[in-house]
């Protein structure tokens, strides 16, 4: 049987992406503690140097029933998550670009926007660096073709469309003393509107809110019958006291708008 050119890139870049992932969870982990990104990966448990073999991404923590090999600590379950998340956007990449600058432009995107989340949800707070680094890569696109790297002069509407989506969340933010949103929220719904327009952006704010209301009624209520920290998430339990963070609700939206190409406002009135 013939396996097309098309599926073994496709595996490629699932593959690729796991490795990317692996990488950002280094990041995720290490960024505002002191440490480098050139030290050798440890277990967080017993400090042990992981070997080649221990660092295989998914496959290892599958294979060591996510538990270290030699102390026998739970793994999080952020390492596999955060591994087969990227290889799955990073194969959607591929098949919704056509050029190199394109799909390099859009990886770089998604591994920032992966960083942002799981950070957020890790530490609730927005990391200031790589929400920069988004809003950059957004203005970017607003100048400037990604695919083909040309030079392109940007309507006002699409100018707005950043202030727009994002000073709603910062007035929230203000009346609020940063009780009920984070202004890293605002930080990231900036770059959410530069980067899709305002139509598209408008799209992902009403998702963001709507999926943020059912995921966290969702996890409470699961809070209350299995506790949150034996899924080894490396968070609390969540309840209604709790701050649930919003970021990841943020992207999430951002990722079904951008690679699923989901418009509401198009939908609802064609």
């Known amino acids: ?136 890569a957004s203005i970017f696109s607003l100048f400037f073709d990604v695919n083909s790297l040309s030079y392109t002069k940007p309507s006002l509407e699409a100018l707005l469309a950043g202030p727009i989506l994002a000073l709603p969340i910062w007035f929230l933010w203000q009346i609020s003393n940063g009780k009920w949103i984070g202004l890293g929220d605002a930080k990231l719904f900036l770059g959410v509107g530069w980067f899709l327009g305002i139509s598209a952006g408008v799209t992902a704010f009403v998702l963001s809110f709507w999926i943020g209301a059912s995921v966290s009624l969702f996890l409470i209520f699961l809070g209350r019958v299995v506790s949150i920290r034996k899924l080894n998430l490396g968070v609390k339990d969540l309840t209604i006291k709790n701050e649930i963070p919003f970021a990841p609700f943020i992207i999430l939206s951002f990722f079904i708008v951008y690679l699923l190409e989901f418009n509401l406002i198009s939908f609802i009135a064609p």
């Open 1 to 136: 049987m013939e396996i097309s050119l098309e599926v073994l890139t496709g595996v490629f870049f699932f593959i690729f992406g796991t490795l990317i992932g692996s990488f950002l969870n280094v990041v995720i982990l290490r960024h505002n503690t002191g440490k480098d990104l050139s030290g050798r990966s440890r277990c967080q448990s017993c400090g042990r140097t992981l070997s080649p073999l221990e660092l295989v991404p998914i496959l290892s923590f599958l294979y060591q029933k996510g538990a270290c090999r030699v102390c026998k600590s739970k793994i999080s379950i952020q390492y596999p998550i955060v591994e087969f998340l990227t290889g799955v956007l990073f194969v959607l990449i591929f098949f919704a670009y056509n050029s190199i600058p394109g799909t390099v432009f859009s990886l770089v995107v998604i591994s920032l926007l992966i960083i942002i989340a799981t950070y957020d949800f890790r530490h609730r707070i927005v990391p200031n660096t790589f929400v920069y680094g988004f809003i950059g």
